[in-house]
């Protein structure tokens, strides 16, 4: 991994791209509460939501990676409100094509991860599957040309003395970072990332970011609607800790400065990565002999370890519960129910983890201090996954009601 990658991960640039992350759920909250307004007018109960979650993580991501969004929240909210009211909650436009191309990878991806012989799987895509052809040509062009846009832009930047290239922090995207990354290499005499890897690295970060933080945030909303007393603690923690939230989004100093006193925040979060069914476990091979904890591992043995597992033999694993992340003083503890395998551990954990946790929170806390989520009919709330790279969840609907129109005893959503 290069250096300009691994930097896009540290705490400066995370800082940086906060804002990108909380305007687009700045605008996923502006979309559902027009929704909720529809479903006000229309005598429907719910609306799904899986969709949208997609889309606006699909727009954070991109702001990431290229310092501008798809725009694709702004259409779908556009969309609503052009229509007056006269269309359904679930109602969609149509989308830019890179989009929907994107669209098109990401779930081809997936089938191959539970295909039997993946070189088969791409080997049959590339020949009879003309829309993953188009997809990729699509996909790869725009990658392309946005490098070379970045590489003109650095250019003329330096020719104007305008910018220190040798500033990681002086960037507005991973796309900045890399093409950086590869004028330093030059000047260095070093052998630079050609288009085709900076493309790939692109096009890995892109496809790893969006999927999963939205499939992790659909098994959100599910937690949070199936249990009203985590959303009515979680708020009160939120407003008495940082009461200018009402006025403003957070910042990412406001999560660090505040952290120890936002506990109930994290162990949320960390809650909802546990029983949210995103990965069912993570797995190593053993490269030796060994033995961990009492119990003898052969070499080439391959070892699942599910990430919802609880230490203790009272922990009710089932149960959503983000106190069990509280020790006795009332501070948040990551290793107090057990070690959380969900990003996995060592070389090969999950390199964005801190990006991950990052935007899992900012999303949590600005919809929790805006909409409260209500309990969705039994019959659409189904906890059983679909099983893919990442774990999807069979259903994900969702009645959201801004906060004005909710009482303020909790026993009355039980």
């Known amino acids: 991994m290069c250096d300009s990658i691994a930097h896009s991960m540290s705490s400066s640039h995370l800082s940086q791209v906060t804002p990108k992350i909380t305007n687009s759920v700045i605008e996923l909250i502006q979309l559902w509460k027009k929704r909720s307004q529809i479903l006000d007018r229309s005598g ?16 954070t991501i991109s702001d990431i990676i290229f310092g501008k969004p798809f725009g694709v929240m702004s259409a779908r909210l556009a969309h609503l409100e052009n229509s007056n009211g006269a269309l359904s909650a679930d109602a969609r436009p149509q989308f830019p094509t890179l989009a929907r191309a994107l669209n098109v990878i990401v779930a081809q991806v997936a089938r191959c991860y539970i295909s039997p012989s993946k070189s088969l799987f791409w080997f049959m895509q590339r020949l009879f ?13 725009y990658l392309k040309n946005e490098v070379e846009k970045e590489r003109i832009t650095l250019s003329e930047e330096q020719g104007f003395g305008g910018v220190d ?11 900045s970072l890399l093409v950086k990354d590869e004028h330093l290499s030059k000047l260095r005499g070093e052998k630079p990332l050609s288009t085709d890897e ?8 892109w496809v790893a970011g969006h999927g999963t933080m939205a499939c992790t945030l659909a098994w959100a909303v599910k937690l949070l609607s199936n249990n009203p007393e985590v959303q009515y603690k979680l708020r009160d923690q939120l407003v008495n800790t940082l009461p200018s939230l009402n006025e403003r989004s957070p910042t990412f100093s406001d999560l ?9 925040l994290d162990a949320t979060c960390f809650e909802i990565l546990r029983c949210g069914k995103v990965l069912g476990e993570v797995s190593r091979t053993s490269r030796v002999d060994t033995m961990v904890m009492g119990h003898v591992i052969p070499k080439d043995t391959v ?19 983000p106190e069990r992340w509280i020790d006795c003083d009332g501070k948040f503890d990551a ?7 969900v990003f996995g551990h060592g070389q090969r954990g999950c390199f964005g983890k801190n990006l ?10 600005m919809l929790c201090m805006e909409l409260f989520f209500d309990r969705v009919p039994d019959d659409v709330n189904s906890m059983d996954a679909i099983e893919l790279v990442a774990n999807h969840p069979q259903t994900c609907v969702i009645r959201p009601i801004p906060w004005s129109k909710i009482s303020n005893d909790p026993t009355e959503h039980l």
Request: net charge neutral.
């Open 44 to 59: 429907e109960k719910y609306f799904k939501a899986a969709q949208d979650l997609r889309l606006s993580t699909m727009d």
């Open 129 to 141: 599957n003309r829309e993953w052809r188009q997809a990729k040509s699509t996909v790869f062009a």
């Open 165 to 175: 290239s040798k500033d990681p922090d002086n960037v507005n995207s991973v796309l």
């Open 198 to 205: 900076i493309t790939q690295e692109l096009l890995v970060y």
């Open 256 to 264: 660090k400065v505040c952290s120890s006193d936002l506990g109930y």
């Open 303 to 321: 070892v699942m370890m599910p990430h919802s597992r609880l230490s203790g033999p009272q922990q009710s694993e089932s149960e959503f519960r």
């Open 335 to 341: 290793q107090l129910p057990g070690p959380l395998h």
């Open 356 to 365: 991950a946790v990052l935007e899992l929170k900012l999303y949590i806390a």
